[in-house]
Nanobody, 124 residues
């Protein structure tokens, strides 16, 4: 089992940057596939980015490709989401998620463990 705690959210102007962190408990973090999802007000939660257990494979939603980067540091039990060129439509609560088996996934039902979320607000 793994517990996830996100941090790094906040208020930023359009065009700015933020780096989200997701710290995981447990000694098997390096075995987990990790992902970021987000949920805007009155919208369903959507996939943002995912990374393999080794960090060698990544996958992005089209809406963030070229602007966001997901990476991980297994020695620190942490996965990150570097967000550049932020837009008002990126405003949402961002969630970190983890799954143990299989491969990179983009659907939330595939992820067993979730953090509590961190708010990102982008002003125009």
């Amino acid at each position: 089992q793994v517990q996830l705690v996100e941090s790094g959210g906040g208020l930023v102007q359009a065009g700015g940057s933020l780096r989200l962190s997701c710290a995981a408990s447990g000694r098997t973090f390096s075995k987990y596939f990790m992902a970021w999802f987000r949920q805007a007000p009155d919208k369903e939660r959507e996939f943002v980015a995912a990374i393999s257990w080794s960090g060698g494979s990544t996958y992005y939603a089209d809406s963030v490709k070229g602007r966001f980067t997901i990476f991980r540091d297994n020695a620190k039990n942490t996965v990150y989401l570097q967000m550049n060129g932020l837009k008002p439509e990126d405003t949402a609560v961002y969630y970190c998620a983890a799954k143990l088996f299989g491969s990179i996934a983009t659907t939330e039902v595939m992820y067993k463990y979730w953090g509590q979320g961190t708010q990102v607000t982008v002003s125009s």
